[in-house]
């Protein structure tokens, strides 16, 4: 069966849908694209320039004028991917605390969104691509070729950001409270909120390995269309 040419990853945080997309992405040969380092990127340039996250005009602009670059790891560090915020490597600032508390608020506006969809499409529209997001298969992507939904309960994403943190010598309180919190932001906002497309083939990957979410996941891509 043909690769599908364009693939959307939706769910919500701590999913593991950067780890598996990017690994699905190089198995297939097709570019990988986070579009949630996206936001959060721009919600260090932000944070930089002291805006308010509820600042929807001067975050809107800021959308439209920062340079946001996503490619492979420059480090071997852990990274599954390299961040580049108008040149500087911001891979490991965007998960610090400060980001988490804010990206939710900044994507939430109608301008970033529209900034950044953009800039998502034109990305799809040059080649094959896995693309992990929140909004990809029901707003950036509605025509891709496949729809995964990947998800798992929040006391197994909580658990898998405490490990992710311990293993970068950090630690921190009241995660599983940051997770529900940003479900609820990202499930509730007025723009382009999380939710499976129609289309879209559910995942869940409580208690499985990274390798056997993984391939659950390929064998939901390579299923004939709906």
Same mark, same amino acid.
């Given at each position: 069966?043909?690769?599908?040419?364009?693939?959307?990853?939706? *769910?919500?945080?701590?999913?593991?849908?950067?780890?598996?997309?990017? $690994?699905?992405?190089?198995?297939?040969?097709?570019?990988?694209?986070?579009?949630?380092?996206?936001?959060?990127? $721009?919600?260090?340039?932000?944070?930089?320039?002291?805006?308010?996250?509820?600042?929807?005009?001067?975050?809107?602009?800021?959308?439209?004028?920062?340079?946001?670059?996503?490619?492979?790891?420059? %480090?071997?560090?852990?990274?599954?991917?390299?961040?580049?915020?108008?040149?500087?490597? %911001?891979?490991?600032?965007?998960?610090?605390?400060?980001?988490?508390?804010?990206?939710?608020?900044?994507?939430?506006?109608? *301008? %970033?969104?529209?900034?950044?969809?953009?800039?998502?499409?034109?990305?799809?529209?040059?080649?094959?691509?896995?693309?992990?997001?929140?909004?990809?298969?029901?707003?950036?992507?509605?025509?891709?070729?496949?729809?995964?939904?990947?998800?798992?309960?929040?006391?197994?994403?909580?658990?898998?950001?405490?490990?992710?943190?311990?293993?970068?010598?950090?630690?921190?309180?009241?995660?599983?409270?940051?997770?529900?919190?940003?479900?609820?932001?990202?499930?509730?906002?007025?723009?382009?909120? $999380?939710?499976?497309?129609?289309?879209? %083939?559910?995942?869940?990957?409580? *208690? $499985?390995?990274? *390798?056997?979410?993984?391939?659950?996941?390929?064998?939901?891509?390579?299923?004939?269309?709906?």
């Amino acid at each position: 069966m043909a690769t599908p040419r364009t693939i959307a990853i939706d *769910g919500p945080a701590g999913a593991g849908k950067s780890t598996i997309g990017a $690994l699905l992405a190089e198995r297939l040969g097709s570019l990988f694209l986070d579009t949630g380092a996206m936001y959060r990127a $721009l919600a260090v340039a932000a944070e930089r320039r002291g805006i308010d996250p509820d600042d929807a005009d001067r975050l809107t602009a800021l959308a439209r004028d920062v340079r946001i670059v996503i490619g492979p790891p420059t %480090v071997r560090d852990g990274r599954t991917y390299t961040v580049l915020l108008d040149g500087s490597d %911001v891979t490991w600032e965007i998960r610090s605390p400060a980001i988490d508390g804010i990206v939710s608020l900044v994507a939430r506006v109608a *301008g %970033v969104r529209e900034a950044m969809v953009e800039q998502q499409q034109a990305i799809a529209a040059k080649g094959r691509v896995v693309m992990v997001g929140r909004d990809i298969g029901t707003v950036v992507l509605p025509n891709a070729d496949r729809k995964i939904f990947l998800t798992a309960s929040a006391a197994e994403r909580a658990r898998r950001r405490e490990e992710e943190l311990a293993l970068r010598g950090q630690a921190r309180p009241q995660v599983l409270q940051e997770i529900l919190r940003r479900d609820m932001l990202d499930s509730t906002r007025e723009v382009a909120p $999380l939710r499976p497309a129609d289309d879209a %083939v559910t995942v869940e990957t409580d *208690g $499985l390995t990274v *390798g056997e979410a993984l391939e659950k996941v390929h064998a939901a891509v390579m299923l004939p269309a709906r």
